[in-house]
């Protein structure tokens, strides 16, 4: 096992390619999709720095990203680090992720944020990000990447207040003390519409495994939680799956595209689980 493990979760491979950047980068470093271990009782780590790399989902952590946390045994860790992918509103993943590890007796040592291309089209004012600004987003990442490099490496503790959020959210320290209880209650609905053509490609890139293809048409079994990684919506080669979202009346996806990251194949994401 490498001296680094980077355990990740990735719907369309923005948090992946920041995994594989970082792999690339810091030698002795093994990166582990963390789907495979969830349906683990316990799951063992040798290594002295783990990191996790995710997006966040509704200014949260993904729930299979707290579900994984929760079974990793921590005790050999000496230091902790935590990368969230986002469009760029504020979020309170990493106070979920510190929540889990106080339990284990752990800190978090180091979070960063990161913006990228998003990969949810369900809203109106969504569209697919050009290669120009893929190209812009990188530019930033990489530079940021070699200030993350450095810290993880040296083990130094970063712990910054989150400035470099896009959307600013209202009252969002009140707001988020209330997303968890909020999230439980809320889910959107997808279906496939007549372009689907029964390739089976969204039931292979399903990480929860929710979706079955049953008479060349998807079916979003109720009981199989999903992990909302989006990943179905948009691997889709018809752009055949479509999302409604109460309390939005229009379904925006009927008009929208689709993003993936230009480096994540649809075989990238498959493999976690
Ligand atoms: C269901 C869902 C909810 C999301 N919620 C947020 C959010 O609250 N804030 C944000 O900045 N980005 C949000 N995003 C965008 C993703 O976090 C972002 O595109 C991320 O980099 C995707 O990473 P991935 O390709 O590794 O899954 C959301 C995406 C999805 C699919
Ligand atoms: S990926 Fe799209 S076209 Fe293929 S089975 Fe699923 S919904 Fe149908
Ligand atoms: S149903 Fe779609 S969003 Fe839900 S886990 Fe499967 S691929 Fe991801």
């Excluded at 999709?33 to 509704?58: C, D, Y």
């Excluded at 590890?101 to 969504?126: E, H, Q, R, T, Y």
């Excluded at 008479?215 to 009981?223: C, G, I, S, T």
Aim: hydrophobic fraction near 35%.
């Amino acid at each position: 096992m490498g001296e680094i493990e980077i355990y990740y979760f990735s719907g369309t491979g923005n948090s992946l390619h920041i995994a594989k950047e970082l792999e690339k980068r810091i030698p002795d470093t093994k990166i582990i999709p963390l789907v495979k271990f969830l349906n683990q009782e316990m799951v063992e780590t040798s290594a002295k720095t783990v990191g996790f790399i995710f997006p966040i989902h509704m200014a949260m952590s993904p729930v299979p990203v707290r579900k994984f946390l929760e079974k990793l045994n921590l005790k050999s860790v000496e230091y902790i680090f935590a990368i969230a992918t986002r469009v760029g509103t504020q979020h309170r993943a990493f106070v979920d992720v510190e929540d889990i590890l106080k339990k284990k007796g752990k800190v978090l040592d180091s979070f960063f944020s990161l913006n990228m291309a998003s990969n949810d089209p369900k809203f109106d004012d969504w569209h697919e990000a050009t290669e120009e600004e893929i190209a812009h987003l990188e530019v930033e990442l990489q530079s940021n990447l070699d200030l993350i490099q450095e810290i993880i490496t040296n083990k130094e503790k970063s712990r910054k207040k989150d400035t470099t959020f896009t959307r600013e959210m209202p009252a969002f320290s009140i707001i988020s003390v209330f997303l968890p209880f909020f999230s439980r209650f809320y889910s959107v609905k997808f279906y496939s519409d007549s372009k689907c053509v029964g390739c089976g490609t969204c039931e292979k890139v399903c990480l929860s495994g929710k979706i079955k293809v049953v008479n060349e048409k998807p079916l979003w079994q109720k009981d199989v939680p999903c992990f909302s990684c989006y990943a179905c919506i948009n691997y889709c080669p018809q752009q055949a799956i479509q999302i409604k979202s109460p309390p939005l009346v229009k379904t925006y996806t009927e008009v929208n595209g689709r993003y993936s990251h230009p480096y994540a194949t649809l075989k990238d994401i498959a493999m976690q689980k």
